[in-house]
Protein backbone atom coordinates (compact mmCIF):
# COMPACT_ATOMS: atom_id res chain seq x y z
CA UNK A 1 0.00 0.00 0.00
CA UNK A 2 2.99 2.28 0.13
CA UNK A 3 3.73 1.99 -3.34
CA UNK A 4 3.69 5.32 -4.38
CA UNK A 5 5.54 6.66 -1.19
CA UNK A 6 9.25 8.02 -1.11
CA UNK A 7 12.21 9.44 1.00
CA UNK A 8 11.23 13.49 2.19
CA UNK A 9 13.50 16.21 2.51
CA UNK A 10 14.40 17.15 6.44
CA UNK A 11 12.34 20.27 6.21
CA UNK A 12 8.77 19.21 5.50
CA UNK A 13 9.46 15.78 7.39
CA UNK A 14 5.66 15.52 9.22
CA UNK A 15 3.81 17.44 7.64
CA UNK A 16 5.16 15.94 4.41
CA UNK A 17 3.75 12.49 5.84
CA UNK A 18 1.10 13.32 6.71
CA UNK A 19 0.09 15.03 3.28
CA UNK A 20 0.89 11.68 1.38
CA UNK A 21 -0.68 9.68 3.66
CA UNK A 22 -3.74 11.84 3.91
CA UNK A 23 -3.74 11.54 -0.25
CA UNK A 24 -3.93 8.17 -0.11
CA UNK A 25 -6.79 7.79 2.08
CA UNK A 26 -8.70 10.37 0.14
CA UNK A 27 -8.13 8.70 -3.04
CA UNK A 28 -9.19 5.17 -1.70
CA UNK A 29 -5.33 4.24 -2.05
CA UNK A 30 -5.87 3.22 1.96
CA UNK A 31 -9.39 2.70 2.93
CA UNK A 32 -11.82 3.01 5.88
CA UNK A 33 -10.56 0.06 8.56
CA UNK A 34 -7.03 -0.85 6.67
CA UNK A 35 -4.11 -1.00 8.77
CA UNK A 36 -1.70 1.48 8.06
CA UNK A 37 2.15 -0.20 8.31
CA UNK A 38 4.05 0.29 11.16
CA UNK A 39 6.26 3.24 12.70
CA UNK A 40 9.42 1.67 11.83
CA UNK A 41 8.01 0.47 8.47
CA UNK A 42 7.16 3.84 7.24
CA UNK A 43 10.11 5.43 8.76
CA UNK A 44 12.05 3.14 6.83
CA UNK A 45 9.87 3.70 3.53
CA UNK A 46 9.81 7.72 3.96
CA UNK A 47 13.50 7.56 5.17
CA UNK A 48 12.83 9.64 8.04
CA UNK A 49 12.99 9.20 11.77
CA UNK A 50 10.53 7.36 13.95
CA UNK A 51 9.92 10.29 15.92
CA UNK A 52 9.05 12.31 12.41
CA UNK A 53 6.28 9.40 11.57
CA UNK A 54 4.99 9.31 14.83
CA UNK A 55 4.23 12.90 15.21
CA UNK A 56 2.80 12.99 11.25
CA UNK A 57 0.47 9.73 12.79
CA UNK A 58 -0.75 12.36 15.73
CA UNK A 59 -1.54 15.02 13.00
CA UNK A 60 -4.34 12.38 11.33
CA UNK A 61 -5.30 11.18 14.52
CA UNK A 62 -6.38 14.28 15.82
CA UNK A 63 -8.22 15.14 13.04
CA UNK A 64 -9.64 11.49 13.08
CA UNK A 65 -8.15 10.43 9.62
CA UNK A 66 -6.71 7.27 11.53
CA UNK A 67 -7.37 5.42 14.82
CA UNK A 68 -4.70 3.84 17.26
CA UNK A 69 -6.06 0.67 18.36
CA UNK A 70 -4.72 -0.86 21.83
CA UNK A 71 -1.95 -3.33 20.60
CA UNK A 72 -2.96 -3.52 16.98
CA UNK A 73 -1.75 -0.62 15.43
CA UNK A 74 -3.01 2.54 13.13
CA UNK A 75 -5.97 2.13 11.03
CA UNK A 76 -7.95 4.96 8.71
CA UNK A 77 -11.29 5.65 10.59
CA UNK A 78 -14.70 4.54 9.07
CA UNK A 79 -15.86 6.79 6.91
CA UNK A 80 -12.16 8.67 6.29
CA UNK A 81 -11.82 7.91 2.19
CA UNK A 82 -13.00 11.41 0.13
CA UNK A 83 -12.86 13.45 3.39
CA UNK A 84 -11.88 16.98 1.46
CA UNK A 85 -10.07 19.31 4.18
CA UNK A 86 -9.25 21.97 1.38
CA UNK A 87 -12.34 23.90 2.57
CA UNK A 88 -10.48 23.96 5.94
CA UNK A 89 -7.49 25.01 7.42
CA UNK A 90 -4.51 21.99 6.67
CA UNK A 91 -3.20 20.32 9.91
CA UNK A 92 -0.37 22.48 10.56
CA UNK A 93 1.46 23.66 13.63
CA UNK A 94 -0.59 27.09 14.13
CA UNK A 95 1.40 30.16 15.34
CA UNK A 96 0.06 30.95 18.66
CA UNK A 97 -0.12 34.22 21.24
CA UNK A 98 2.58 33.05 23.64
CA UNK A 99 0.67 31.55 26.68
CA UNK A 100 -0.04 33.94 30.02
CA UNK A 101 -0.49 32.94 33.37
CA UNK A 102 -4.09 32.20 33.36
CA UNK A 103 -3.69 29.85 29.71
CA UNK A 104 -0.89 27.92 31.29
CA UNK A 105 -2.96 27.30 34.50
CA UNK A 106 -6.15 25.95 32.18
CA UNK A 107 -3.35 23.75 30.38
CA UNK A 108 -2.09 22.42 33.43
CA UNK A 109 -5.76 21.88 34.58
CA UNK A 110 -6.87 20.24 30.80
CA UNK A 111 -3.34 18.29 31.11
CA UNK A 112 -4.32 16.40 35.24
CA UNK A 113 -7.73 15.77 33.87
CA UNK A 114 -6.66 13.89 30.66
CA UNK A 115 -2.75 12.56 31.31
CA UNK A 116 -3.69 11.07 34.79
CA UNK A 117 -6.56 9.09 33.58
CA UNK A 118 -4.22 8.08 31.04
CA UNK A 119 -1.19 7.17 32.93
CA UNK A 120 -3.78 5.11 34.99
CA UNK A 121 -4.73 3.16 31.62
CA UNK A 122 -1.12 3.15 30.00
CA UNK A 123 -0.70 0.92 33.51
CA UNK A 124 -3.60 -1.09 32.99
CA UNK A 125 -3.57 -1.80 29.45
CA UNK A 126 -0.05 -1.24 27.99
CA UNK A 127 1.81 -4.15 25.61
CA UNK A 128 5.39 -5.00 26.07
CA UNK A 129 5.94 -2.96 22.56
CA UNK A 130 4.49 0.35 23.77
CA UNK A 131 6.22 0.05 26.90
CA UNK A 132 9.36 -0.58 25.12
CA UNK A 133 8.95 2.78 23.47
CA UNK A 134 7.72 4.54 26.30
CA UNK A 135 11.71 3.65 27.38
CA UNK A 136 12.46 4.53 24.08
CA UNK A 137 11.22 7.92 24.55
CA UNK A 138 12.81 8.47 28.26
CA UNK A 139 15.91 7.79 26.20
CA UNK A 140 15.56 10.40 23.82
CA UNK A 141 14.75 12.33 26.81
CA UNK A 142 17.87 11.79 29.03
CA UNK A 143 19.95 12.99 25.55
CA UNK A 144 18.35 15.89 25.72
CA UNK A 145 18.75 16.52 29.40
CA UNK A 146 20.83 19.42 28.68
CA UNK A 147 19.10 21.24 25.81
CA UNK A 148 16.29 23.40 26.34
CA UNK A 149 15.51 23.53 22.85
CA UNK A 150 15.54 19.76 21.95
CA UNK A 151 14.11 18.81 25.25
CA UNK A 152 10.16 19.89 24.65
CA UNK A 153 10.49 18.04 21.78
CA UNK A 154 11.34 14.93 22.91
CA UNK A 155 9.01 15.31 26.29
CA UNK A 156 5.99 15.66 23.86
CA UNK A 157 6.86 13.01 21.64
CA UNK A 158 7.24 10.98 25.32
CA UNK A 159 3.46 11.94 26.13
CA UNK A 160 2.33 11.22 22.96
CA UNK A 161 3.40 7.86 23.39
CA UNK A 162 1.94 7.70 26.68
CA UNK A 163 -1.51 8.52 25.51
CA UNK A 164 -1.27 5.67 22.81
CA UNK A 165 -0.23 3.30 25.68
CA UNK A 166 -3.44 3.91 27.05
CA UNK A 167 -5.17 2.42 24.28
CA UNK A 168 -8.12 4.59 23.56
CA UNK A 169 -8.21 6.52 20.43
CA UNK A 170 -10.61 9.50 21.78
CA UNK A 171 -7.47 10.11 24.40
CA UNK A 172 -5.08 10.20 21.97
CA UNK A 173 -6.69 12.57 19.40
CA UNK A 174 -7.38 14.44 22.72
CA UNK A 175 -3.77 15.16 23.36
CA UNK A 176 -3.04 15.89 19.78
CA UNK A 177 -5.55 18.68 19.34
CA UNK A 178 -3.31 19.98 22.69
CA UNK A 179 0.20 19.37 21.37
CA UNK A 180 1.17 22.84 20.37
CA UNK A 181 0.09 23.85 23.53
CA UNK A 182 1.58 20.84 25.10
CA UNK A 183 4.90 22.00 23.62
CA UNK A 184 4.81 25.60 24.24
CA UNK A 185 4.13 24.54 28.03
CA UNK A 186 7.29 22.33 28.12
CA UNK A 187 9.68 24.74 26.67
CA UNK A 188 8.95 26.86 29.36
CA UNK A 189 8.97 24.22 32.21
CA UNK A 190 12.35 23.11 30.82
CA UNK A 191 13.64 27.04 30.74
CA UNK A 192 12.77 27.11 33.99
CA UNK A 193 14.30 23.46 35.02
CA UNK A 194 17.64 24.26 33.14
CA UNK A 195 17.79 27.46 35.23
CA UNK A 196 17.58 25.77 38.70
CA UNK A 197 19.37 22.62 38.61
CA UNK A 198 21.26 23.09 34.76
CA UNK A 199 20.09 20.14 33.04
CA UNK A 200 17.07 18.39 33.03
CA UNK A 201 17.59 14.95 34.93
CA UNK A 202 15.00 15.29 37.46
CA UNK A 203 12.35 15.48 34.67
CA UNK A 204 14.22 12.43 33.14
CA UNK A 205 13.94 10.24 36.46
CA UNK A 206 10.53 11.09 37.01
CA UNK A 207 9.40 9.84 33.65
CA UNK A 208 11.47 6.75 34.13
CA UNK A 209 9.39 5.80 37.52
CA UNK A 210 6.35 6.40 34.95
CA UNK A 211 7.60 3.80 32.65
CA UNK A 212 8.91 1.68 35.30
CA UNK A 213 5.16 2.01 37.00
CA UNK A 214 3.46 1.11 33.72
CA UNK A 215 5.35 -1.81 33.24
CA UNK A 216 4.27 -3.07 37.13
CA UNK A 217 1.32 -2.25 35.77
CA UNK A 218 0.55 -0.25 38.93
CA UNK A 219 -2.32 2.28 38.38
CA UNK A 220 -1.98 4.10 41.61
CA UNK A 221 1.70 5.05 41.29
CA UNK A 222 1.66 5.47 37.59
CA UNK A 223 -0.89 8.16 38.73
CA UNK A 224 1.21 9.83 41.53
CA UNK A 225 4.17 9.90 39.36
CA UNK A 226 2.92 11.29 36.35
CA UNK A 227 0.81 14.15 39.11
CA UNK A 228 4.49 14.93 40.38
CA UNK A 229 5.56 16.12 36.94
CA UNK A 230 2.71 17.60 36.18
CA UNK A 231 2.75 19.43 39.43
CA UNK A 232 6.55 20.05 39.25
CA UNK A 233 5.98 21.84 35.45
CA UNK A 234 3.36 24.10 36.86
CA UNK A 235 6.01 25.13 39.78
CA UNK A 236 8.29 25.90 37.33
CA UNK A 237 6.04 27.82 34.63
CA UNK A 238 4.72 30.09 37.23
CA UNK A 239 8.15 30.66 38.51
CA UNK A 240 8.92 31.96 35.56
CA UNK A 241 5.62 34.48 35.18
CA UNK A 242 7.28 35.59 39.06
CA UNK A 243 10.71 36.35 38.17
CA UNK A 244 9.54 38.24 34.81
CA UNK A 245 7.57 39.96 37.07
CA UNK A 246 8.23 44.03 36.87
CA UNK A 247 8.34 46.08 40.65
CA UNK A 248 5.14 48.04 39.38
CA UNK A 249 3.64 44.87 38.59
CA UNK A 250 4.33 43.58 41.87
CA UNK A 251 2.45 46.89 43.50
CA UNK A 252 -0.85 46.15 42.05
Do not use: C, W
Not at 105 to 119: D, T
Not at 214 to 237: C, G, M, Q, Y
Amino acid sequence: MTRSLGPLRPRTLPDAIADQLRSQIRTGVLKPGERLPGHRELAATFSVSVGSVREAISMLTSTGLVETRAGRGTFVADGATGVQLESGPRHVTPTLPVLDRKAVEELIEAREVLELQIAEFAAERANPDQIEELRRRADAMDAAAASPNDYPDADVEFHLALAEAAGNRFLVRAMGDIRTLLKQDMELGAEAAIRRFGDLRLSVDSHRELVAAIEDHDPDKARRTLSSIVSRNHEFVLGLYALAQSPEDEGH
